[in-house]
Nanobody, 112 residues
Framework: QVHILESGGGLVQPGGSLRLSCTVSGVAIRYSGMTWYRQAPGKQREFVATINGVGAINYAESVKGRFTISKDNTKNTGQLQMDSLKPEDTAIYYC??????WGQGTQVTVSS
């Protein structure tokens, strides 16, 4: 059985930072990698960042240079370090891995 749990969301001021974590059980992210998506109110879910099994990384243009994705194969967890946050980063952030497994999401709100 696969379980995915995101954590680390919250309220932060513009320019601030947050670090999201994704804890996975039932799927080995050393092979499957991990992808972060987000969904803002009234918008479709969109790609944020991905890291594959061998560590190759890609980012959406909107977060490139501000967000950093990583994973810890020994702990089977992934992280998304988000710096220089903007109000338009406000969304629910979801972790995705394996054969289409999703977490419940964690809310990120960027507001003064």
């Amino acid at each position: 059985q696969v379980h995915i749990l995101e954590s680390g969301g919250g309220l932060v001021q513009p320019g601030g930072s947050l670090r999201l974590s994704c804890t996975v059980s039932g799927v080995a992210i050393r092979y499957s990698g991990m992808t972060w998506y987000r969904q803002a109110p009234g918008k479709q879910r969109e790609f944020v960042a991905t890291i594959n099994g061998v560590g190759a990384i890609n980012y959406a243009e909107s977060v490139k240079g501000r967000f950093t994705i990583s994973k810890d194969n020994t702990k089977n967890t992934g992280q998304l370090q988000m710096d220089s946050l903007k109000p338009e980063d406000t969304a629910i952030y979801y972790c995705h891995t394996g054969d289409n497994y999703w977490g419940q999401g964690t809310q990120v709100t960027v507001s003064s």
